[in-house]
């Protein structure tokens, strides 16, 4: 009997709630497209809703780019469970009620149950909160979520790769959040260490 134990299959789960920069989300899932990784999507109303303000996508062609969709309220899915193998999980945009109910532990959703999946199974969360300016509550919230194992990573734009639009800071803040699960898409712009002369 072969009891080796394999790797973990290539896949990712990925939450969307109602933060405005719902389109970090679509662009998650466009980019586990190209690199050819699973992903199990579970959206929240809110996040529609953000959707039909923000983007010209409607709920059809989000939910289209994931491989698999989940109900926000079937909490008996896979996702659910921390026997379901998966290289973590990544929630773009993340909400501060999200981050608020996942670092509470008291989950009323599939996606925040997910992500209290991931932590327990000590997998890597990833949590690209959208909120400006944050008061100590958030900021604790945050620090209590970091101490129990996730990754606090707000898209904040990177100007050394220059962008020349939105789209590309996008890129580059998705690309970032997936280097986070050795994930590496084309379209993030490395840096390669200063240029020309440095002075003193």
Same mark, same amino acid.
């Given at each position: 009997?072969?009891?080796?134990?394999?790797?973990?299959?290539?896949r990712l789960v990925v939450g969307i709630s109602g933060a405005s920069g719902v389109?970090?989300? /679509?662009? $998650? #899932?466009?980019? =586990? *497209? %190209?690199? +050819?990784?699973?992903?199990?999507?579970?959206?929240? !109303?809110?996040?529609?809703?953000?959707?039909?303000?923000?983007?010209?996508?409607?709920?059809?062609?989000?939910?289209?780019? /994931?491989? $698999? #969709?989940?109900? =926000? *309220? %079937?909490? +008996?899915?896979?996702?659910?469970?921390?026997?379901? !193998?998966?290289?973590?999980?990544?929630?773009?945009?993340?909400?501060?009620?999200?981050?608020?109910?996942?670092a509470t532990g008291v989950t009323s959703t599939l996606l925040t149950r997910a992500a209290d999946v991931?932590?327990?199974?000590?997998?890597?969360?990833?949590?690209?909160?959208?909120?400006?300016?944050?008061?100590?509550?958030?900021?604790?919230?945050?620090?209590?979520?970091?101490?129990?194992?996730?990754?606090?990573?707000?898209?904040?734009?990177?100007?050394?790769?220059?962008?020349?639009?939105?789209?590309?800071?996008?890129?580059?803040?998705?690309?970032?959040?997936?280097?986070?699960?050795?994930?590496?898409?084309?379209?993030?712009?490395?840096?390669?260490?200063?240029?020309?002369?440095?002075?003193?």
């Amino acid at each position: 009997m072969n009891l080796a134990v394999q790797n973990p299959p290539t896949r990712l789960v990925v939450g969307i709630s109602g933060a405005s920069g719902v389109i970090y989300g /679509a662009r $998650v #899932l466009d980019a =586990l *497209n %190209d690199l +050819g990784v699973e992903s199990h999507l579970v959206v929240t !109303r809110a996040a529609l809703l953000t959707l039909s303000q923000e983007t010209e996508l409607n709920p059809d062609d989000l939910t289209a780019k /994931a491989t $698999v #969709l989940h109900k =926000l *309220n %079937d909490v +008996g899915a896979s996702i659910a469970s921390g026997s379901f !193998r998966s290289l973590g999980m990544v929630v773009a945009p993340c909400s501060v009620r999200t981050m608020s109910e996942i670092a509470t532990g008291v989950t009323s959703t599939l996606l925040t149950r997910a992500a209290d999946v991931v932590l327990k199974e000590r997998r890597p969360l990833v949590l690209m909160v959208r909120e400006t300016p944050f008061h100590l509550g958030h900021l604790r919230t945050m620090t209590a979520l970091a101490e129990m194992g996730a990754t606090i990573a707000p898209p904040l734009p990177a100007f050394y790769s220059k962008p020349a639009s939105i789209a590309e800071m996008v890129d580059q803040s998705v690309g970032r959040a997936l280097d986070l699960f050795g994930l590496d898409w084309a379209p993030v712009k490395r840096w390669e260490g200063l240029r020309g002369p440095v002075t003193e």
